[in-house]
């Protein structure tokens, strides 16, 4: 993907000059304040700074854009905006047909000015463009590693993805891993899958990573537990896996959603990261059903703990869909 940079601004009137420039009838911009779409280490700190950014969806092509010391406003926008428009690195300057922005608030700030100059200003659910080269950014700057964020798997909504956050929030405030010992598997039934049975093993016993792992077998928790390092062993072995961590652990559209929706967090070290990992290391969010399961162990297991039985049988009805669960200790 070509990218252009643009330096300069432009005032009210030189803004309006806009319109004597030529015009592409069918070319579509899309505009976007937002933060970095992956951390950034700045004097020694991870940060993730603001960007305004400028994309012509038509070409295929970078614009314009800045990361400035603090958020950028729509009318620093609106600058970088001019910029694209009289530059002549690609093509002769022109005005495009269209921009597209994704919020209320950025549609007001540009709208006039815009349709002063002839260019429509509209709202999109989706700036497709932008989030395709937010996503590239984010590889180059973690060199090819991203996580798995759970808003972008499929059929999990948010108000799942709500409900699992409160049932990760609700099991690290209650800390089972102190209650039981790191090598004492619980098995999970359930009767509305047909995978399973589950095996469960509570991290965090050794104070390194806290969180849960659940193993479809028990040979694959067997393999787990033998392991000198079991809660380093629980990120490679195939599993459902949540580990909890520091913001910066998790993806960041994930924590974006999550402040924008007000999802709970139990601590500054308590974000969830829930992936699926299967052999060879290779890991993505989890499925609709995977997190549902996930999500009715993290209420399940500290209930099963404070009944003090071999074997009983627990409905979850705070789960994101009512379950029940049969959980008993398994075999050693």
Known sequence: MAKRRNNGGGSPAAFRSLAQLPQSPEEVWQAEICRSPAWMRIAGQPQRPWMALVTNRTED????????????????????????????E??????????????????????????????????????????????????????????PALVDAPGVGPEQIRSYFEAAAGYYRQSPWRRLPGDTPIKVECSLLES???????????????????????EALGET???????????????????YGEKVEIAVRDLDAAEKYGWPVAGAAAYPLALRVNPGRTVRAPLRWELQLL????????????????????????????MELILSWAAG
């Open 61 to 88: 092509l970078v614009l314009a854009h800045e990361m400035p010391d603090a958020q950028p406003t729509p009318k620093q926008l609106q600058e970088k905006l001019a910029e694209a428009m009289r530059s002549a």
């Open 196 to 218: 399973g049975p589950w095996y469960a093993a509570v991290m965090g016993q050794a104070g390194m990573t806290f969180g849960l792992a659940l193993h479809e077998g028990a």
């Open 90 to 147: 690609f093509g002769a300057p022109h005005r495009p047909s269209e921009v597209q922005v994704r919020s209320d608030e950025l549609h007001a700030k540009l709208r006039a000015p815009l349709e002063a100059v002839g260019i429509r200003c509209v709202v999109v659910e989706q700036l497709e463009h932008v989030d395709f080269v937010l996503r590239d950014l984010a590889k180059h700057l973690q060199g090819g590693r991203t996580v």
């Open 295 to 322: 999500e009715a162990c993290l209420w399940a297991i500290p209930d099963f703990l404070a009944v003090d039985a071999e074997r009983a049988r627990i409905r979850t009805p705070r789960v994101s869909e009512s």
């Open 225 to 243: 537990l033998a392991s000198d390092v079991p809660e380093e062993a629980a990120r490679h072995a195939s599993a459902l896996s949540l580990m």
